[in-house]
């Protein structure tokens, strides 16, 4: 369910999706959105006195959280846990500078002509998942929200999208939500970015490219939903399937999981 904020964007409420045995997850808990920087007063006061929040989960980098930081919301604890080990990808030659990608939308449509960034875009979720940091990074995530015993937990990165949307699959599969519904519920993050994924795929006609352009637009201003579809089948082959991927990769226990559905399904 969309919440609707003043200027906190792609914001949504995992509240009423089902989970294990039919039982609907909890409304007003599990908050996903894009970063905090702009939040009105109002929508900060209504994530402390109407979600009573009581954790906010920053994926970003250390670098786009000194950008952007993200505004303090009284009674909650913030927690930085960049999901991307940016220490590791400086060992290797870096297609796009990371100052690019603190304004990204200004320079995407000239690195999707890149062909290292089309293999950058198309290996991003793998990547993801395969990284032993980043599994570190979602475990202490799902270790912590296990940890919250009330209120509101709310998860984000830059625009809320892909490591927030990782995170919202971890979450849902954790409470017996179907493979369908966690993809549609990754994909809703492309009606937010509709117009700007639109706009910048028109420049890119203009100046010749194509399908292998726009793809790499759509996954770093959008989602590809192909992409995380097909992440899901790689954790699947490589890694026995996301019940054993939450358990071995980012150490949910069987208890774990029984508190989480005890605590968010209804």
């Known amino acids: 369910m969309d919440i609707l904020f003043d200027n906190i964007i792609n914001a949504r409420d995992l509240g009423g999706l089902t989970g294990h045995e039919g039982r609907k997850v909890r409304s007003g808990l599990l908050l996903r959105t894009a970063h905090l920087h702009d939040a009105s007063d109002e929508d900060i006061s209504r994530l402390q006195n109407e979600f009573h929040l009581r954790r906010v989960f920053d994926f970003r980098s250390l670098s786009e959280a000194e950008f952007l930081p993200d505004r303090e919301v009284p009674g909650a604890t913030h927690h930085l846990l960049p999901t991307i080990d940016l220490s590791a990808e400086r060992m290797t030659e870096q ?75 971890f979450i849902l599969a954790a409470l017996g939500v179907d493979r369908d519904t966690i993809i549609a519920d990754f994909d809703r993050s492309n009606d937010a970015y509709r117009e700007l994924v639109t706009r910048l795929n028109n420049n890119i006609i203009a100046r010749g490219g194509g399908e292998a352009e726009m793809d790499v637009v759509q996954a770093f201003m959008g989602v590809s939903t192909k992409n995380f579809r097909n992440t899901l089948d790689l954790i699947d082959r490589e890694f026995g399937g996301m019940t054993s991927y939450l358990r071995n990769q980012l150490l949910l226990s069987k208890e774990d999981i029984h508190s989480l559905r005890k605590r968010y399904l209804e």
């Open 95 to 169: 297609p796009i500078p990371q100052e690019a990608f603190l304004d990204l939308e200004r320079h995407i449509v000239n690195y999707s002509f890149y062909p290292e960034v089309q293999q950058m875009a198309s290996d991003m979720y793998p990547s993801l998942i395969h990284s032993e940091y980043s599994q570190l990074q979602y475990a202490a995530f799902l270790r912590l929200i296990v940890e919250t015993p009330e209120g509101a937990v709310l998860w984000h990165c830059f625009q809320g999208k892909d490591r927030t949307g990782w995170g919202a699959a």
